[in-house]
């Protein structure tokens, strides 16, 4: 069973950065994406960027932190990254790393982490 956990958040001050990890163990092969969603309070959770590993593979980021959000992997860790830069007070939410294990779509979630953003 693959378990996730996610870390780094914490609280910024606008145009700050942070940089969140999401650390995979079990049995991560199976993994077809890795991304990261977002929910603030009141609000759905959305996706935020995410990796696809199937069909060439492609990266997806949200419009509003495209330019300032990247996610990344380092395979050897079994870690995702999400570096974000020029944060935003809209950009405070819990952010949640996610996989898709054994098949399409995200099944698998961490814990959150939460990110705040004072103006």
């Known amino acids: 069973q693959v378990q996730l956990v996610e870390s780094g958040g914490g609280s910024v001050q606008a145009g700050g950065s942070l940089r969140l990890s999401c650390a995979a163990s079990?049995?991560?092969?199976?993994?077809?994406?890795m991304g990261w969603f977002r929910q603030a309070p009141g609000k759905e959770r959305e996706g935020v960027a995410g990796?696809?590993?199937?069909?060439?593979?492609?990266?997806f980021y949200a419009d509003s932190v495209k330019g300032r959000f990247t996610i990344s992997q380092d395979n050897a860790k079994n870690t995702v990254y999400l570096q974000m830069n020029s944060l935003k007070p809209e950009d405070t939410a819990m952010y949640y790393c996610?996989?898709?294990?054994?098949?399409?779509?995200?099944?698998?979630w961490g814990q959150g982490t939460q990110v705040t953003v004072s103006s």
């Open positions: 079990g049995y991560t092969y199976s993994s077809l994406c």
């Open positions: 990796s696809f590993y199937t069909g060439g593979g492609h990266t």
């Open positions: 996610a996989a898709c294990i054994g098949g399409p779509g995200y099944n698998t």
